[in-house]
């Protein structure tokens, strides 16, 4: 076992310099960290949307924000906001954030249920901040006293992924990290322990390393055409299996602080509002639409102007069997593809460099750790699969993409977490779900899964203070939302304080 000196990192799309970044701000100065990506290649060009835990990962870089916010065009996000899923101008939001207080040890949608049953309940999402905002289109910086309703905004960002991976890019060359361009053409393995040697670029240049992480992108150039992993295919559930992208200038709604997700004949259809653009895509399933009406659908959608010819996408929903084998670590698509329904990818990639920093191979490698690495993101992976996979199962379209989909077997953890909220609301977060209770209850009560029951413990509470408790913290949620300046006001004036 030796220690690791040097990590190269193939590809350089947003996997490539996140990690690269992350890497070099987390690792002592003696380990050397070089990168490889080539243009001729290129980078799959999408990537939007990401959920709150990037801030986490931003400010690790101790990154600020008002210049990362400039620097790659970044709106505010407070929600996803589903429209026609459960037929046409039908819509909901999920929004970041809980819903409301809890009493005691009793669940706050719990309570809710009971004033649904009962029949005097406002929407679910007067209760939660970022939802209203989202309706109003306000935003402003979350407070830091907990004992603040703007406590509970909880925010993500729509970016242009190019140019983050370009911010990022900046941050690790400033510290250190060494840049190549150039294509792999040819990978060395130890003879013995198959562990990688070196990769060698098409001009000749050959570049060592004790860790390789492969960051290649849906290739996967290392942990699959090399090391064989295998992948877990998902498309029996998931089956779309193509997207167009094509941006536009801004039109319609604005600058919304929201993502929006509309269902079609046969897939949805994303709308990301940036500062310089509107992002749009249509994600659908080949065997139900073909590529051209899909990009007929699209453009028939968009706010204004298309500013870029279509950029067209496939896929297979799915994961890499083992992300981690010897001393390869996949990172980003490499490692396997979700669909980004709920902007999951960025956040995995955010979500493997962690794990890989936890269990980093200072000394060599070992066996357990790397078996640790694979397990935990298995489970994560599977989880977040499981939530993608409720939007599709519990729909109320007639077409028969989406019939299909309603009809489908699902795997038995999913099945029986909405068999368990139907029956009586109960949910139970499973270790290391990324997606906590609130996310759950949103996207469940928004797709028609309403519990028959709630928890009796409920019933016990005293009718007045129900009442009470519900009128007033929507009444105040209400209020805050709507002291917030706009989105657009927003971002205009922290985007320009220097
Ligand atoms: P890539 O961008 O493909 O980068 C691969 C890199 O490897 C490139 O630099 C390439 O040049 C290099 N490379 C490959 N082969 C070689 C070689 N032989 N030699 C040298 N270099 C090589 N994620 C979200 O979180 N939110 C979203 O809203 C979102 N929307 C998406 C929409 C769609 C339709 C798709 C398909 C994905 C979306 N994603 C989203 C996922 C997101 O785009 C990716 O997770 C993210 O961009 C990371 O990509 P990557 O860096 O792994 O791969």
Redesign the pocket.
Known sequence: MTAIRKVLI????????MTAAALAKALPREVAITL????????????????PPINTFNQMLGLDEAAFMRATQASFKLAIEFVDWMGPDHRYLHPFGGFGLDIEALKFHQIWLRALHEGWAPPIDAFNLSAQASHLGRFSLPSRDPGQVMSSLKYAFHFD?GLY?KHLRAYAEQRGVARFE????GVAQHGETGFVESVT?EDGRTLEADLFVD?????G?LIEQTLKAGYDDWSHWLPNDR?V?MPCETGGDGLTPY?RATADAAGWR?R?ALQHRTGN?Y?YSSADISDDEALARLRATLDGPALAEPNF?R?QAGRRRQAWIKNVVA????SG?L??LE???????QAGITKLLALFPDKGFYPVEIAEYNRLTAQQVELIRDFIILHFKANARTEPYWVRAREMAIPETLQRKIDLFAASGRLFQSDYDLFAEPSWVAVLLGQGVVPRRHDPLVDALDDEVVRGQLSRLSALIRRTAESLPTHDAFIARYCAAS
């Open positions: 193939v590809g350089g799309g947003t996997a490539g310099w490889i990506e080539s243009e001729q290649i290129g980078t799959v060009g999408v990537g939007e949307a990401t959920i992924a991976a150039g294509k792999v053409a670029l960051c290649s992108g849906f290739r150039l997207a992208a993502t994303w990301i895509g994600v996408l896929f990172i980003g698509l490499s593809f669909e980004p902007s999951t990818s960025i956040h995995l990639i």
